[in-house]
């Protein structure tokens, strides 16, 4: 169901966003200078007012930059992107398949393709069974990989992921991982993938873009030395795990601080 | 009442209070409190409602009054709900009803009265357009409430996945607002049945309005009671029938 070939390319270069509100102009995103190659796995990381999400907006197309350049190449691809949400977003007036067949039938895909499509990816993410159930229905689990549906049913050029685990219980937060990575390791799609959990970005990524707030800047970025195929439960008890863990985490405590320090002034 | 289920319990404890005040009633008249030519007993309306159903006369009258209560209901109903909805979406849309729903909701429609009187005579038409005029604002405001407190999320996820602007109304913006729509028709149909018997009262020469206010003018004042009760019935079969399709409609409604 999905192409061999590997995702988009994202050439971010100088990027700025700009709110202007009534206390006056909000700097969200300075400068900001990042390259992913097709196929790439990126998590970005940064505490909560960082500026992430607002990225991720702008990489999808639902916000504006006002400043820099972005430039995704998906020459070829008939779906740029697609969005996972941290809360599902699944729309609760649909049952489960309409809502994965959602950007299918929207773009005008035959009804019988968009049948065979989710029925494929239902069973990538093992909601078969409950195809016609109605999102309320379901467990918060199970809504998110509705969602990781819908959006892989499109065979989106990149795969645009805002923390989507985070309001998931502990147990179903690293069913959900490690089912990414294998549905990730099989199609190489280009994954831009937004956490607050250092850990998360380590296990999932193979670049991980660190943040920092106030304004939004990439502080650092890391190159994950572990390969695929994965395994996350054996690799978060890995000592060079740790190790990373802990480096990246001081140089995020630092900036931390340091931004804390300037709102008590 | 130990030994019933707590739902059996429910259901009499609904019923006690009307066949209770129904009894007191009957009783206070036949102690001789209260002037049984004035305040009829609950069975002398019973024996009257009897010869009513058996001559026909009932049945046209509601006949009538149902027809044009259904009809303005559509008429002004539709148009609500589409207005609503593209108010929602639509910025322009907004600013152009606002000012006109603001200055026109509060007027008591009723006093369009004779103004539609005017413009579409003493037949049934001028109290089909009485209804739908008094359905249309509180379907209108309710359908664009519901709309524009649909969470960001979904408009976020419909414009992501490709949504054009049909598919937004068709498939996410009306079905956002359907709950709300549910609660704006509700409205619509009490007071729809109150503009309309208001109506009969003056402007026709059939309908259960009509028979309210003619049996007053001859003081047959159990007629009175049996349109009135007549009415009150329409009201419970309607609502409990808007209940029932709401529950068809909205299943994704948490029970």
Known sequence: MFAERRGAAIDIAGLRKEYVSGQGHVLALDNIDLSVAPGEFVCIVGPSGCGKSTLLRILSGLDHHTGGSIKVDAKGWTVENAMVFQDSGLFPWMSVETNVGFGLATRGVASDEIAARVEAALKLVGLTKFRRHYPHQLSGGMRQRGAIARAFVTNPAMLLMDEPFASLDAQNRVILQTELVRIWEETRKTVVYVTHSIEEALLLGDRCVLMTAQPGRIKQIIDVPFGHPRNLITLAADAAFGKLKLDIWRVLEEEVTRARAEIEL | ?255
């Open chain 2, 1 to 255: 009442m130990s030994g019933l289920s707590p739902k059996t319990r429910d259901r009499m404890l609904y019923l006690i209070s009307p066949i209770g005040l129904l009894i007191l009633w009957q009783l206070l008249l036949m102690a001789g409190i209260g002037d049984r030519r004035f305040i009829p007993a609950p069975t002398d309306i019973a024996v009257r409602f009897w010869t009513l159903i058996r001559n026909g006369e009932l049945a046209m009258h509601t006949g009538v009054t149902l027809v044009r209560v259904f009809a303005g209901f559509v008429i002004g109903a539709i148009p609500g709900v589409a207005v609503g909805l593209l108010m929602a979406m639509f910025k322009p849309v907004r600013i152009f009803f606002d000012p006109l729903i603001a200055a026109l909701f509060p007027i008591p429609k009723i006093a369009l009265m004779p103004l539609l009187l005017l413009a579409f005579g003493f037949g049934d038409a001028s109290k089909i357009a009485l209804v739908a005029i008094a359905v249309f604002f509180p379907v209108i405001v309710n359908t664009y409430t519901g709309a524009s407190n649909i969470e960001k999320i979904y408009w976020d996820v419909a414009k992501n996945y490709g949504a054009s602007q049909w598919v937004m109304f068709t498939r996410i913006v009306f079905f956002g607002a359907l709950p709300m729509i549910f609660a704006g028709l509700r409205i619509a149909l009490a007071v729809s049945f109150i503009v309309l018997v208001a109506a009969e009262f003056v402007a026709t020469k059939s309908g259960l309005g009509y028979l309210i206010w003619n049996s007053w003018e001859l003081l047959q004042v159990d007629i009175m009671f049996v349109g009135i009760v007549t009415i009150g019935v329409l009201g419970l079969i309607t609502s409990a029938l808007f209940q029932e399709i709401e529950r068809k409609v909205i299943p994704w409604k948490a029970e």
